[in-house]
Every structure is written in structure tokens, then in C-alpha cells.
């Protein structure tokens, strides 16, 4: 009798996805500047002795990898760090060279890169632009908010020299965008915060980054608990949704928050465009100096090293049972509390990397910043919802503005009749004093 197992179509292993992004770290953790807050200096210590500098070989077997494991039409080159720049300019000239020799007939070739921005000059803007790169760049908010842990070794505040740099960006015409985290000291400011990048620092496309920081003296994440740094959850709740306000009255189609992107998306049914939000993970892998691959920029740690690609493969690796069971764990660890949640379908429980709390029941497992995100995807429903429906009329989401504007100078402001004691009608479940009426 023929075993039955014969018939089985058995998935091939190592298949990687058609298209995975890499975040490089060409010159690993090192940065010039001691952000009290960074998770990635700490990475050193992976490295006893290690050189912190992506030697021309593995660069260019790195590209050619890449771009020839792509089986889509367009890829983007995305360096990071610590801080790349250190590596100077000539790496980023080579890696251009590199690129366009590996590049198949028709491919699209983007570039990025992450940078603090305090060792940005002329020679540098004038390269970013004539190779379209996008740049993000990180500033916390006015010059108090962003030296309160954006610091150099000496502990001096960063905010001059980063404007500078921002400065240079903006008058060589290069595309950037704003990377802000948000932390214990900037958390209790969202408008200042917003609208210094709205309307000082020219800011279009603006990311936030909430800052939950534990234990991670060795570059291994530990201990259950958040730092003082970090983020309060309901802090980060407020945040968001006091942004979300100011921008939906005034700044859609002008201005684009990358949470307030991603909730929109999950309102049509579209992917999220922020992993944080993806039902699964796995499809962006970290590569540091020397060639090794990390599950996620986030994970970079000796548990979740995929392997060396000068030894494996990028594509296996990425391909490999490891990466793809680390992929599905995000949704097969979610907590009963995540699965009966009703903003599930946007939230999906938040990155791994933060689920270190328990839920009301005991379950652990629970994303530490829950609690903020259920405020933030309750209080934006109505507005979403009718961002969605205009999309769905072939509309345009900014219509949005003058719906609002009109119901509330039609005395609609649902807030009218609302005691400060009562529950809050954004569904968080908090207090209407400790929400939205804050
Ligand atoms: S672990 Fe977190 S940062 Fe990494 S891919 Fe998943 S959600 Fe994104
Ligand atoms: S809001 Fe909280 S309970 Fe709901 S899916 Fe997100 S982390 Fe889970």
C-alpha cells in the first residue's frame, strides 16, 4: 500500500518570501552620540574587539545577495545604525556603484538611511539628493524635549547641531522625514511636539517611536519592568490620540503620521505599512557589521541570530524554519485578552518585543503599552471610519476636515453633555477626566 505521505505537497524548505527588507548597520552600534534612551549602543558587547565597520567584500556580497533574492520589481537599500555615517561617504558611493551593477534589467533601486543627523554636511545633502535618498531623521521636539536624552558622550544636548543638519537637508532639496521618539519626557507634550515639526522644522512625514526601554546592560532585553525613560502607556494613549486630533481637523493630505497611516490602512483592509501592526512578522531582518542576520532590528540578540551570510545564503536565511516560525509567533502568542480585544484587527498586539506585561487575568504576554494603544484605536474609530468610507467612494480622506468642522459648528461636539466622571465616548474604558477631557 502506497504511504499516503507520498500525496502530501510538502511546502519546500527555505523558501524566502518574494520580497524581504533588510535593515544594514554597516557600522553596528557605534554612534557618536550616547542617547540615554538607545537600545542599540548597548549591542557592542555582542562584539568584544569587533572592527564595527562593513568591510567592501561582504558589502558587496550583501547587495548582490539582495537585490538578486528580490522576485519584485523594486527594492530599497536601508542603512542604519548606531549611527551610519561614521562609515563616511565613500561606503555610500561604493554601495550606490554596487547597486546599480547588481541591479536586474527594469528593477527600481531606492536608498535610505537613518541618521542623527549631527554629522550632516553640504557633500553629504548634495549626495542624498542626487541619489534620491530618503533620509529620516531623529529629533524629539523643541530644543528642551529633544535634549532631555538626545545627548552627545559629554552629555551636552544635540538639538543645534541636529537642526543644522536638518537645515542642510531642507536647502539641498533632499526628501526627509521625521523619526520621534516619544518617552517619559516629551510624552506629557504631543502638540508641541507636533506642531515644532509642522511648523518649524518643515516636517511632511513623521514617525513616532515610543520609547519602553528595560534592562539591556549586555544587549539582551531583560526584566519585566520599564525604565523611568520609558513611555507610561497612557501616556503614549494620550499622545497619539491628542496628535491624531489636531491633525484630522487640520493637517490630512498635508502632513502624514505613519500611525495614523497604518490605522487607515487597516480601516480599508489594506497592509498596515508598519510591522508594529502586521498580524505576523519575519519579513525584516537586521544585518550587522560583520554579515550576521538577526530576526528583526528589534531582536538583535544571540537567540535570534539567523546566521552569517557569507556562510548561509540571505535568502535561506531568511527563508529558514527559525525566521518564519519567529514570524508566526506573533500570532500564535497572543494573549485571550488580545484575541477577544475589539481593535484586534488594527492592533494586533503590538511588536513582541514590548510584551512583557500580563493581562487583567494573569495571562502573560500582554503588550506593555495595551493599554495606550485601546485608547488610541478607540478615540480615532468615527473619524477613521469616515476617512475609510470616503476612500471607499473614491473620495478623498481629507474631506474629512470640513465633515468635522461642520458637525461641530453645528453644536454637534459630543463632548457637550459629558461629565467629568463619566465614561469617555472614545471607548477606552478610562474615565472621561483621564482620557479625552484630560
Ligand atoms: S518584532 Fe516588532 S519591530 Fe520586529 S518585525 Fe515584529 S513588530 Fe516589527
Ligand atoms: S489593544 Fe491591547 S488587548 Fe487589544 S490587541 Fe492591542 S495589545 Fe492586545
Redo the contacts with the bound molecule.
Keep these: 500500500m502506497r504511504n499516503i505521505r507520498e500525496h502530501e505537497v510538502k511546502e519546500p524548505v527555505n523558501t524566502p518570501p518574494p520580497s524581504f527588507h533588510v535593515l544594514a548597520k554597516p557600522a553596528g552600534a557605534r554612534c557618536n552620540l550616547a542617547c540615554r534612551y538607545c537600545f542599540y549602543l548597548s549591542k557592542q558587547e555582542l562584539y568584544p574587539g569587533g572592527t564595527f565597520r562593513m568591510s567592501d567584500s561582504l558589502l558587496e556580497e550583501f547587495l548582490r545577495q539582495y537585490i538578486e533574492a528580490q522576485k519584485v520589481p523594486a527594492v530599497t537599500i536601508a542603512w542604519q545604525g548606531g549611527e551610519p555615517t561614521l562609515m563616511g561617504l565613500d561606503f555610500y558611493r561604493r554601495s550606490v556603484e554596487l547597486a546599480e551593477h547588481y541591479r536586474k534589467p527594469g528593477m527600481q533601486v531606492g536608498y535610505t538611511i537613518q541618521t542623527n543627523g549631527t554629522l550632516l554636511d553640504a557633500e553629504w545633502c548634495a549626495f542624498f539628493q542626487e541619489h534620491n535618498f530618503l533620509v529620516g531623521i531623529s529629533i524629539d521636539g523643541p530644543k528642551a524635549l529633544h535634549d532631555a536624552y538626545r545627548v552627545d558622550r559629554k552629555g551636552r544636548g544635540t538639538f543645534d547641531r541636529v537642526m543644522e543638519g536638518r537645515r542642510l537637508l531642507q536647502k539641498h532639496g533632499v526628501e526627509y522625514n521625521i523619526l520621534s521618539a516619544v518617552h517619559a519626557a516629551n510624552g506629557d507634550h504631543p502638540l508641541d511636539v507636533y506642531r515644532f515639526f509642522r511648523d518649524e522644522a518643515g516636517a511632511k512625514f513623521v514617525q513616532f517611536i515610543p520609547i519602553v526601554e528595560r534592562h539591556n546592560g549586555a544587549g539582551v532585553q531583560e526584566e519585566a519592568t520599564a525604565t523611568d525613560r520609558s513611555v507610561r502607556p497612557v501616556q503614549w494613549g494620550r499622545f497619539l490620540c491628542t496628535v491624531f486630533d489636531e491633525w484630522v481637523r487640520n493637517d490630512v493630505g498635508e502632513m502624514f503620521v505613519q500611525h495614523f497611516d497604518a490605522a487607515l490602512a487597516a480601516g480599508i483592509g489594506h497592509p498596515p505599512g508598519l510591522?508594529?501592526f502586521?498580524p505576523t512578522?519575519?519579513a525584516?531582518v537586521a544585518l550587522e557589521h560583520n554579515g550576521d542576520l538577526y530576526?528583526?532590528?528589534?531582536?538583535v540578540e544571540p537567540g535570534f541570530l539567523l546566521g552569517n551570510i557569507t556562510a548561509t545564503p540571505l535568502a535561506e536565511l531568511v527563508g529558514s524554519a527559525k525566521q518564519r516560525q519567529f514570524g508566526q509567533d506573533?500570532q500564535n502568542a497572543l494573549p485571550g485578552f488580545c484575541r477577544e480585544c475589539p481593535v484586534r484587527f488594527a492592533c494586533h498586539g503590538?511588536?513582541?518585543?514590548n510584551r512583557f506585561a500580563t493581562t487583567p487575568d494573569g495571562e502573560p504576554g500582554l503588550n506593555y503599552l495595551c493599554e495606550g494603544y485601546r485608547m488610541f484605536f478607540s478615540h480615532i474609530d468615527r473619524p477613521m471610519r469616515m476617512m475609510a468610507d470616503l476612500l471607499r467612494q473614491g473620495r478623498y480622506a481629507d474631506e474629512v476636515m470640513p465633515m468635522l468642522a461642520a458637525e461641530e459648528r453645528a453644536g454637534g461636539k459630543r463632548t457637550a453633555k459629558i461629565g467629568r466622571n463619566d465614561t469617555c465616548p472614545c471607548g477606552s474604558g478610562l474615565k472621561y477626566k483621564k482620557c479625552c477631557g484630560r
Excluded at 295 to 299: A, E, G, I, Q, V
Excluded at 350 to 353: A, I, L, S, T
Aim: net charge positive.
Design positions: 510591522c508594529t502586521a512578522c519575519g525584516a530576526s528583526c532590528d528589534h531582536f506573533k503590538g511588536c513582541p518585543r
